[in-house]
């Protein structure tokens, strides 16, 4: 049975316009093209065209199969028809050299049969005779090549006696062929490039997950991954880094990274908290003094500078250095370096800088809080930490370190159920990992069960995120009752708050410190900035 697109352009029809024909298949063709690098679906809207508009009916594009046949020899299926049923298209293997198909494939040569009754290599092994138009039938089959290498065959059916000269529907046939060529070369290439980048990626992955565990940091979240991989870039050189993100979201930890990865990591490397130290001892206690220097300075001191030399000097919360020091800072980062206080000798240090802030340099340097001078000399490699909601999908895993780390720690044995991770998850972490941690520690040591459920856990949250949770308002039952506060600000106590609290556990600032729901650290740091203001 003739396909109907045998008919229409069979049709012995002296005004069909056979140029415009072509010229519309290769618009519409064309324009596929430049909407979608897809092969397929220019591949399917060309045989089709070349149907529906010249008549080169059951037209397929046979390309080489991956696999050899169980005899070793090469072979070749159907992949994109026209016309064809299901059936035909599965029919359609050829071994190489096999049919008129496989002697394409062999020989790389075109084939035109003007009669395929008349041809003994013709097989109908895709589409029976039965199938085919009564008349005279033709099969032309070009091959298909890429690099040179023959890895396909276009072929089409034709009526013999047309009005259409064979040789215009080998010419287009020809340039479809080409085409045909160009977008499995250029699929080929892309395929390949994208294998190469993946296996590219995995690789990075991998080297950049085992150097997160080295520094032991957990998480491989995308934005942590980055993180480390501009640490791990800069790490072998000596320049200053400067660390940017939140409170908590791990700036010591990275510091100390880019210690580990350089090849100071056998020198000492010292750390410094520029918001906890007062004022009128910052500069002994970062550049060390002679003897006499001040009252009390009964011998000569070593500086942190000199105490990191050879090593990595951490300067924390870089931002809260007082403006007289900054600008000696500068002078020892350019020159290599200082003067002791109350010394009038200079002594050079060699030491790799990292300074860390969760402040807006900029805008302190516009508000002339920070020297711009020692700001661009700070942020020669910025790297930003990326805060905990920044990469929730890191949650689950610190978590569960942390879960576990606090067990060892306390001989516990707590365990958090699914929805309890999940409400972590969900959870917007304002102190990033210091504060996860230290809600984990608070639940491991207070669980009554060990198996700790959302429900349970939300004792242990914020304020506001077990209101949220709660479905009804109403008062808290008392198994409910908050164990923490939300997490502070800076300026989340007063003075008078703060010096309460130290009276109360007689002096002793971890106690205080715990009564707040503070860390010693951010107590003491509240404690001093609330007794400079
Ligand atoms: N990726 C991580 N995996 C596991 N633990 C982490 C990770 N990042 C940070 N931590 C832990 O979280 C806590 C807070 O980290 P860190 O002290 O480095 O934060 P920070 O940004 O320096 O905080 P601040 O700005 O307040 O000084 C530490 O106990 C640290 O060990």
């Known amino acids: 049975m003739p396909s109907p697109a045998d008919l229409p352009a069979d049709r012995p029809d002296a005004a069909t316009d056979w140029r415009g024909q072509e010229l519309l298949l290769m618009r519409q063709v064309m324009a596929l093209v430049g909407r979608s690098l897809a092969p397929a679906d220019v591949f399917h809207e060309m045989l089709h065209l070349m149907s529906e508009l010249l008549g080169l009916n059951r037209g397929r594009l046979v390309l080489v199969d991956d696999d050899l046949a169980p005899d070793g020899t090469r072979q070749a299926a159907i992949r994109h028809a026209y016309g064809l049923t299901a059936a035909e298209r599965a029919r359609g293997r050829y071994r190489w050299g096999e049919g008129v198909t496989g002697r394409v494939l062999s020989s790389g040569l075109p084939a035109i049969v003007q009669d395929v009754d008349a041809e003994p290599l013709f097989l109908f092994r895709s589409v029976r005779r039965a199938q085919l138009p009564p008349q005279t039938v033709a099969f032309i089959a070009l091959p298909v090549a890429v690099r040179g290498a023959t890895v396909g065959v276009l072929a089409c059916h034709r009526i013999r006696s047309r009005q259409r000269h064979l040789n215009d529907d080998l010419a287009l046939l020809r340039i479809l062929a080409t085409l045909a060529g160009q977008l499995l070369e250029l699929e080929q290439l892309v395929a390949e490039q994208t294998r190469q980048l993946q296996a590219r990626n ?48 791990g700036k010591e930890l990275f510091a100390r990274a880019v210690h580990l990865a350089s090849p100071r990591r056998d020198q ?18 970062l550049f060390g003094h002679e003897r006499g220097a001040f009252t009390g300075a009964a011998g000569a001191r070593a500086g942190w500078f000199e105490q990191a030399h050879q090593g990595t000097l951490f300067l924390d919360e870089i ?24 010394g009038s000798r200079e002594v050079r240090v060699d030491v790799r800088l990292v300074a860390a802030t969760h402040r807006d340099l900029a805008r302190d340097v516009q508000a002339g809080r920070f020297r711009q001078d020692l700001y661009y000399r700070l942020n020669v490699v910025p790297i930003r930490l990326p805060s905990l909601r920044e990469r929730r999908e890191d949650i689950r895993a610190i978590a569960l370190h942390f879960v576990s780390r606090a067990n060892q720690a306390h001989q516990r044995n707590v365990h958090l159920a699914a929805d309890a991770l999940a409400a972590l998850e969900a959870h917007d972490w304002p102190g990033n990992i210091r504060e996860l941690g230290n809600l984990i520690e608070r639940v491991v040591l207070l669980a009554e069960d060990p198996l700790v459920g959302a429900a349970a856990l939300r004792r242990f949250m914020p304020e506001h995120e077990r209101a949220a949770a709660r479905p009804a308002s109403g008062p808290l039952p008392a198994s409910e009752a908050p164990l923490v506060r939300e997490y502070q600000s800076a300026q989340s106590h007063s003075v008078q708050a703060l010096r309460d609290a130290l009276a109360r556990h007689h002096g002793n600032q971890t106690r205080a410190a715990q009564s707040l729901g503070l860390t010693l650290r951010q107590f003491s740091y509240r404690l001093r900035k609330a007794q400079l203001r």
């Open 202 to 249: 995995a690789a990075l992955e991998r080297a950049l997950d085992s150097a997160a565990a080295r520094y032991g940091l957990i998480g491989r979240s995308p934005p942590l991954l980055q993180a480390l991989a501009e640490l791990e870039r800069v790490s072998q050189s000596q320049a200053t880094v400067l660390l940017l993100g939140e409170s908590g979201s």
């Open 268 to 285: 000492p490397f010292i750390k410094v908290n520029c918001a906890a130290i007062p004022e009128s001892l910052f500069e002994s206690e």
């Open 319 to 342: 931002g809260e250095l007082p403006l007289a020091l900054q600008s000696k800072l500068l002078r020892t980062l350019q020159e290599g370096t200082l003067v002791r206080l109350g």
